[in-house]
């Protein structure tokens, strides 16, 4: 029975929110069910009563209560007043329907009152107020439609009115765009600011469970919205949907528009007034009677009603050129109310502008029978004059046509294409949950162009299928709280990013449920706990792609260790905390005694001074600066890098700022208060004024004024490599004597607007035959070999050849070359120590989802890579064999099937390489030094 009662109570709410969505809300609702347990019981005495027949009269006796209760408005109506103050509601005079607040309903929006120049008794309240919508470019209702018992053989009229009013005292009506769904519904626009503008749609009562009406921006003023309806009324063609542009009530002759209570299913009929028609009444006593028993929604003061032609012979409906529609369908409503004696015969067909036969030859109204006749569809764009529609007499008939009522539609593929169900409510919950809001409106899936951010949305490729969500990245979306345990619910979710936010508490296990999942993503949190054995299982398995890094709190599955410090760890922190500051202070009191040393230095001064001539030879300067001054004051650099506003990047010797020179973007690298700072520009400069090449940044000028030294580079803008993820061979074989870097990391290979790389920083560089330089490196030491340079505090060509090395393992792998674990794992461990057990799926950096030639070209990169970092330097390749190599594990790609990617693809990054790599080819060089 408790099983029972539970089914009965989900019935119920699912009628009760989606007939009367405000009820949800109301204590009554509660105060049944609080009785619903003493029915149950009750029930179970009355032994000549079956159980489902109990449980139907349970069910029937709850909704017939929750009616009476909430009687202001007929099954499946909603009224909402847009822009009307939460929980406010009152009834309209003339249709006694009740209008509530859209508050409850909408996520977005401005209320606002229109001018009171524009409020007066003639117009309805409902139009006193608006909601704008001010912020982004689709905003969206959500109107519920579960009525099982309702819906069938039923459609939905959805009505958006608009009243503009100088709400905004603009005294400019904006034009916009209005949306069902998926559908494109129509355009809104103005005559004047007191225009009142009705937008209707037939829309399918399929079972979703909502209707999504969205306005959207076309930068032609700013949304908003009047009254928002939902009416339930009669299917009578399954394939008329669409927008509605004409109702008219012909036999009208006191000029009023007809809807609730006379229409049950409050359909707004206009008057048709034109000189070329005559009204005729019914004479009989019950007008009622006119409607048959099957049509019993149409309105007796409608249908008792008609109009004949003036010239006794035809009647024809003139439609603007606006109603201009590809494909439209009419229905004409009949019914005949004059009582015809003797020979009287009234016998009509029907055509319409563009149709080559008569839609119906000959037809003869019964009395005091309403009937449809279908017109259409007319498939066939009318003149440019609009269309028409005829009623003819025959020539069997002794009296002229008729016609009491017609109705336009203007025919439109409703989209039946829309997130399922599920998944809606789901995603729901997780929007409510994090707060949600940036597009997230309306279909997760529906429109292509609307789709939410951070989703992806297949299905089955048929147009009746509903839409899965299959991808869910919100990675550093600053999410707060738990992991969603609706996510769980997105049940065909193959990809989950939950990076870099700020959630706390458990892995859920719900996860290791979803089945279809491939990727999982929840590194840089604040989670704790054991991770669900099965989601470690399925990464082992190589099943699951599975990051969960960075996330201090979280262990293997077993017991978790408690992390805390002991005493002794406290004293000895403490201790070398208070030794460092003391160091420090002593540090940089001595950098800023060194530092006002530089400024004054002849040496210096003398340095500067042949760089000034050495770069006046260059003849690309001139082009790329458009001026022959290189030299370039403080106040100037000031002015050139807008006060420093922007920073690009940090070097080990410097800040990186953007500037603008002349037409020419440049990038502005200021040296930083270091004594050996200096000794790096020197370096740079010297090189970079001999040495030119397309894959090397290009030195356009500098300052040295005081203690203010500046490089001006070109700009790169597509960052480093670090930051996207080729020259090195040049320096190696192409210059006379050869160069080393000695830096060559992700950081120091920029990306110019091709993702051409370009190698920078060339403040550690050193010529080979300079044996005497004992300089020491500051550099950073994770892509240099360690051991070696501790031992010599020297470095050669087959350093530079190691520090690629780690590149190409950066890139390959997409981590770090340190981990950011307490372990501080060096990425060639890292490798090293995964490889014998795991395949190469497993090592490859996961976002690039496997769409690259994995068994042949990744793993010969990665045999490249390996060989480039091998810890002794006679071992490693030279930069030249490395050149041929990655060649050739380019080839191996481009022969191999592979499906296209949404990322960086292998080739762009083979490419990128092989120029950092193999510039040294063909390129001259000043080679004098």
């Not at 859209?102 to 107020?129: H, M, T």
């Not at 009023?256 to 049950?264: G, N, Q």
């Not at 951070?454 to 839409?467: F, H, K, Q, R, V």
């Not at 460092?580 to 006002?596: D, M, P």
Request: glycine share 6%.
């Amino acid at each position: 029975m408790d099983n029972s009662m539970a089914l009965v109570k989900y019935r119920y709410n699912k009628y009760v929110e989606a007939i009367y969505p405000s009820f949800s809300q109301l204590s009554y609702r509660v105060s049944i069910f609080d009785h619903m347990d003493h029915l149950g019981k009750l029930l179970t005495f009355q032994n000549c009563l079956s159980g489902d027949f109990a449980l139907y009269s349970v069910f029937q006796f709850c909704l017939t209560l929750t009616i009476l209760v909430h009687a202001q408005n007929p099954p499946g109506f909603i009224s909402y007043d847009c822009g009307l103050e939460d929980e406010q509601k009152y009834r309209d005079n003339n249709t006694k329907l009740t209008y509530e607040s859209d508050n409850p309903y909408i996520e977005s929006g401005e209320s606002y009152s229109i001018s009171a120049e524009y409020k007066n008794n003639s117009l309805g309240r409902q139009f006193w107020n608006v909601r704008s919508f001010p912020e982004g470019n689709r905003n969206c209702y959500s109107l519920p439609t579960f009525i099982p018992d309702l819906t069938s053989g039923n459609q939905y009229i959805i009505r958006a009115r608009f009243m503009y009013g100088n709400y905004d005292h603009k005294n400019s009506p904006p034009k916009f765009d209005l949306y069902l769904g998926a559908t494109f519904w129509d355009s809104v626009e103005f005559e004047n600011e007191y225009t009142i503008v009705t937008k209707e749609f037939r829309y399918p009562s399929r079972f979703d469970d909502y209707i999504h009406v969205c306005l959207c921006n076309t930068n032609q003023g700013t949304p908003f919205i009047s009254v928002l309806e939902r009416r339930l009324t009669s299917a009578d063609f399954d394939f008329c949907h669409g927008m509605v542009l004409a109702r008219y009530n012909l036999g009208s002759d006191d000029g009023k528009i007809v809807r609730y209570p006379d229409d049950v299913s409050d359909r707004i009929w206009t008057p048709y007034t034109s000189d070329e028609l005559y009204h005729i009444n019914t004479s009989h006593p019950d007008p009622e009677k006119i409607v048959k028993s099957d049509l019993k929604g149409l309105p007796s003061i409608v249908m008792a009603t008609a109009a004949i032609p003036a010239n006794g012979n035809h009647i024809t409906l003139k439609f603007h050129p606006r109603f201009n529609a590809s494909e439209h369908f009419s229905i004409a409503y009949i019914a005949e109310i004059q009582n015809l004696h003797g020979n009287q015969v009234r016998d009509l067909e029907i055509s319409a502008t563009g149709q080559p036969t008569v839609f119906v030859p000959s037809y003869r109204p019964r009395y005091l029978e309403a009937e449809l006749l279908g017109l259409g569809p007319q498939r066939e764009a009318a003149p440019e004059d609009g269309w028409q529609i005829w009623i003819n007499r025959t020539r069997n008939s002794t009296l002229p046509p008729i016609l009491n009522a017609i109705e336009t539609v203007q025919l439109k593929d409703v989209s039946p294409s829309h997130t399922h169900r599920n998944d809606y409510e789901a995603i729901k919950k997780v929007k409510k949950m994090y707060g949600i809001t940036r597009n997230w409106q309306g279909d997760p899936c529906t429109p292509r162009a609307s789709i939410w951010e951070g989703l992806n949305c297949t299905n089955s490729g048929s147009e009746i299928d509903p839409y899965r969500i299959t991808h869910l990245d919100l990675s550093s979306w600053g999410l707060k709280d738990n992991i969603s345990p609706s996510i769980s619910d997105l049940i065909h979710l193959r990809y989950l990013d939950l990076s870099n936010n700020k959630l706390t508490g458990n892995v859920p296990d719900s996860l290791s449920q979803l089945e279809l999942l491939t990727f999982l993503n929840i590194e840089g949190n604040k989670l704790t706990g054991t991770i669900p054995a099965e989601l470690i299982g399925r990464s082992n398995n190589k099943k699951l792609q599975f990051r969960w890094e960075r996330n201090p709190g979280l262990c293997y599955p077993g017991p978790c260790k408690e992390k805390g410090m002991s005493n002794t760890a406290i004293a000895v922190v403490a201790t070398f905390g208070g030794a460092f500051i003391i160091v420090l202070f002593a540090t940089t009191f001595s950098i800023f005694k060194k530092r006002q040393q530089v400024g004054n230095n002849p040496k210096t001064q003398g340095f500067y001074s042949n760089i000034s001539k050495r770069m006046m030879v260059l003849s690309n300067i001139k082009k790329k600066v458009g001026s022959e001054k290189q030299q370039l004051t403080y106040a100037e650099i000031l002015s050139v890098t807008n006060n420093f506003e922007r920073i690009v990047g940090k070097g080990g010797f410097g800040t990186v700022y953007h500037g603008q020179l002349g037409n020419t973007q440049v990038a502005v690298k200021m040296l930083s208060p270091s004594t050996q700072g200096f000794q790096q520009f020197q370096s740079e400069a010297n090189l970079l004024t001999r040495v030119h090449h397309k894959c090397l940044t290009s030195l356009l000028g500098y300052c040295h004024e005081g203690t203010n030294i500046a490089h001006i580079y070109e700009y790169m803008p597509n960052g480093d490599l670090a930051m996207h993820l080729s020259g090195l061979e040049y320096l190696h074989n192409g210059c006379k004597p050869p160069i080393i870097h000695r830096d060559i990391k992700p950081r120091n290979i920029l990306l110019d607007e091709n993702f051409r790389g370009k190698i920078a920083d060339f403040g550690l560089s050193r010529i080979f035959p300079d044996e005497g330089d004992t300089h020491v490196l500051t550099a950073e030491f994770h892509h240099l070999f360690p051991c070696r340079y501790y031992t010599s505090n020297r470095l050669n060509e087959k350093g530079d050849v190691f520090s690629f090395g780690v590149v190409l393992l950066e890139l390959i792998t997409g981590q770090p070359v340190i981990t950011k674990t307490e372990e501080k794992t060096h990425i060639i461990q890292w490798v090293g120590s995964i490889m014998p057990e795991r395949e190469i799926h497993d090592i490859v950096d996961s976002r690039l989802q496997g769409e690259f030639g994995i068994e042949f070209s990744a793993r010969r990169a990665l045999d490249i890579a390996l060989a480039c970092v091998q810890p002794r330097p006679i071992n490693r390749p030279s930069m030249s064999q490395v050149v041929m190599e990655l060649k050739q594990c380019l080839v191996m790609y481009q022969i191999t099937p592979h499906s296209d990617a949404n990322y960086l693809t292998e080739s762009d990054t083979s490419n990128m390489l092989i120029d950092v790599s193999n510039s040294m080819d063909s390129v001259s060089v000043e080679s004098s030094l």
